[in-house]
Every structure is written in C-alpha cells, then in structure tokens.
C-alpha cells in the first residue's frame, strides 16, 4: 500500500510539471506591463493570492512571460474526498477530517 501511495505522489508530481500553464503577453517598450503593473527587463511578479496564483517575468525586448504556480485537482475518489482551496492550490483530503490528506489517488495540474 505505502508504494502504490509513494508511486501515486511521484506520478502526480511529474502530472503537475508536464501540464504547466504559461502564456506571454507581447512588448510594447523597454518595459514589461501587465494588469497595472510594470517591470523593468530581468524583474519577476508572483501573483500569491488564489483563486490564480502565477508569476510574471520580463524579458530583454520587454516581452513577458508568465506561469500558473497553483495547482488544481483534476481527480480524486469523491466517495471518500473532497476538495478545499489552500492558499494558491487546492488539496484533496478526507471528507470526515480535513486536517487528513485523501486516502486514494489523486490527480492534480498546475494551473
């Protein structure tokens, strides 16, 4: 049981990296701006309130890249779990104590 857990987690982790959400948003300048915001080349934004959490960089020509950095369960035994929000990321947990992580597998994208 412990290594079908162990391979569950691995295969989640590698889910979450492969499905990574990134956009640009193209230059207009020597600068970055995206949502009122404006950076200068080489500075980064991290967005860390939920329900999207993502961080920005700004490159040389003023275009700018950016990352989803929360994650988002895409599935989990809804007959034993459920899913709450934690900061950026949802997290799936038992249904009679949320303090419990879910006792099944569970599959989560960043995004």
Same mark, same amino acid.
């Given at each position: 049981m412990e290594r079908i857990i162990f391979f569950s987690g691995i295969i989640s982790i590698?889910? =979450? &990296?492969?499905?990574?959400? #990134?956009? $640009? =948003?193209?230059?207009? $300048? @020597?600068? #970055?701006? &995206? +949502?009122g915001i404006t950076l200068d @080349? $080489?500075?980064? &934004? +991290? *967005?860390?309130? $939920? @329900? *999207?959490? &993502?961080? #920005?960089? #700004?490159n040389e020509g003023g275009d700018l890249g950016c990352c989803y950095t929360g994650m988002i369960i895409r599935d989990y035994p809804a007959d034993m779990c459920k899913v709450v929000r934690r900061g950026c990321n949802e997290v799936a947990v038992s249904k009679t104590n949320e303090d419990e992580p879910c006792d099944g597998p569970v599959a989560a994208v960043l995004g």
């Open positions: 590698i889910l =979450v &990296y492969a499905e990574a959400s #990134c956009w $640009g =948003v193209p230059g207009k $300048g @020597p600068s #970055c701006n &995206y +949502e @080349p $080489g500075q980064t &934004y +991290e *967005k860390t309130t $939920g @329900p *999207k959490c &993502y961080k #920005c960089e #700004c």
